[in-house]
C-alpha cells in the first residue's frame, strides 16, 4: 500500500469576503488538524505547502467573472505540479485545504495523468454555472463541481487546453441534501448521487462501497470532502452550514472503503473555519474523523 502524505493547500482564495477587509479563515484548516496530531496518529510524511498568491478582490463587481480568477488558475498550476510529483513517487496525498476552490489543482494533475473518477463528498452540489436564474459568477467554492467538469470562465476551466477535467459520468455526489437546486441537472447528466438522507438510509458503508465499484474502470479516483456534509448540529464552523447531514459515524463508515481502496490516490479536506471554532473543539472531533476515515490507509501504508 501507497505512503501516506500530508499536502498543506491554505488557501481562500475561491469565497468572498464574510464581511468587509475579512478574510475567510478556512486557509487556518491545515494548522488547527495538525496541531491534533495528524501527521503522527496516520503514521504520514509531511510534504509541505503549497502557499497561495494574496487574496484582493478589491474592485471586484457582478460580470467580472470569478473573484480572484488569476490567483485560482497559478495556484491551480503550482498544486497540481506539487501533487504530480507526490504521485510519482507513489504517495496517497491527503491535501488540507482552504476553500473547495483547491478541487482544481488534484483534478488538473490527474487529467495530465489519464481519465481519473472523483468522489464528491460534500453538503452542496457546488455546481453553479450561468444559465437559468444565475446571471452571474462570483465564488469558485461555490462553483467547484461545475469548474472542474468544465462549466465556467475559460482561463480557470481549461488550464493547458485540458477541460474537463472530470468527465460528467466519471463524477459521484455523496452528502448532498435532498432540497439541492441542482439535484435534477445532475441526475439528467447522469452523475450518480446518494443524499445524506439517501446514505443513512442505505447505510454509509454501503453506499462507498457501490462508490468505488461504480468508478472501478478508471485509472483511479480522487476524493473531496467538505465539512460542511456533516450536520450543522455536529459542525457549525463553514461557512453554510445545513441541517439534514452526516454524523460523525455516518461519515467515517462512508469514507472508510472509499479512501482505502487501491484506486484512490488522495483526498482534500475543505472548508472547516477554525474562526468558527472558538474552544477548537470542533477542530479536535474532525481530526478523529479523519483519522478514524484514515485507518485502513494508514495501516495498510505503515
Not at 464574510?18 to 491545515?30: R, T
Request: aromatic share 4%; charged share 25%.
Amino acid at each position: 500500500m501507497k505512503r501516506v502524505a500530508v499536502l498543506d493547500a491554505p488557501s481562500n482564495l475561491g469565497l468572498a469576503m464574510p464581511a468587509p477587509g475579512v478574510l475567510p479563515g478556512c486557509y487556518k484548516l491545515p494548522g488547527a488538524v495538525r496541531d491534533n496530531r495528524l501527521l503522527t496518529r496516520i503514521g504520514a510524511t509531511d510534504a509541505g505547502c503549497v502557499v497561495p498568491p494574496r487574496y484582493d478582490a478589491s474592485g471586484w463587481k457582478r460580470g467580472d467573472g470569478l473573484i480572484n480568477a488569476p490567483a485560482l488558475v497559478e495556484y491551480t498550476r503550482r498544486l497540481a505540479d506539487r501533487i504530480s510529483e507526490r504521485l510519482d513517487v507513489g504517495d496517497f496525498l491527503v491535501v488540507l485545504g482552504g476553500d473547495c476552490s483547491i478541487l482544481l489543482g488534484p483534478t488538473l494533475a490527474l487529467r495530465r495523468r489519464g481519465r481519473y473518477g472523483l468522489v464528491f463528498v460534500d453538503g452542496h452540489s457546488d455546481f453553479r454555472h450561468l444559465g437559468g436564474e444565475v446571471t452571474y459568477v462570483g465564488t469558485a467554492a461555490g462553483e467547484d463541481l461545475a469548474l472542474v467538469t468544465g462549466r465556467g470562465q475559460n482561463s480557470v476551466v481549461d488550464i493547458d487546453g485540458l477541460r474537463p477535467y472530470v468527465r460528467d459520468r466519471d463524477v459521484v455526489l455523496l452528502g448532498i441534501r435532498d432540497d439541492d437546486l441542482y439535484i435534477q441537472e445532475l441526475i439528467e447528466l447522469g452523475m450518480p448521487i446518494r443524499t445524506a438522507l439517501a446514505i443513512q438510509t442505505e447505510g454509509p458503508r454501503r453506499v462507498g462501497v457501490q462508490a468505488v465499484q461504480y468508478l472501478r474502470e478508471l485509472d483511479g479516483f480522487w476524493v473531496h470532502l467538505d465539512a460542511d456534509v456533516l450536520d450543522a448540529e455536529v459542525m457549525p464552523a463553514v461557512d453554510t452550514p445545513s441541517p439534514g447531514g452526516l454524523e460523525h459515524d455516518e461519515l467515517v463508515a462512508l469514507l472508510a472503503p472509499i479512501v482505502s481502496d487501491p484506486q484512490c490516490v488522495g483526498l482534500e479536506l475543505t472548508v472547516f473555519d477554525p474562526d468558527l471554532d472558538s474552544d477548537g473543539k470542533l477542530a479536535v472531533k474532525l481530526t478523529d474523523t479523519l483519522v478514524d476515515a484514515l485507518a485502513g490507509r494508514a495501516h495498510a501504508g505503515a
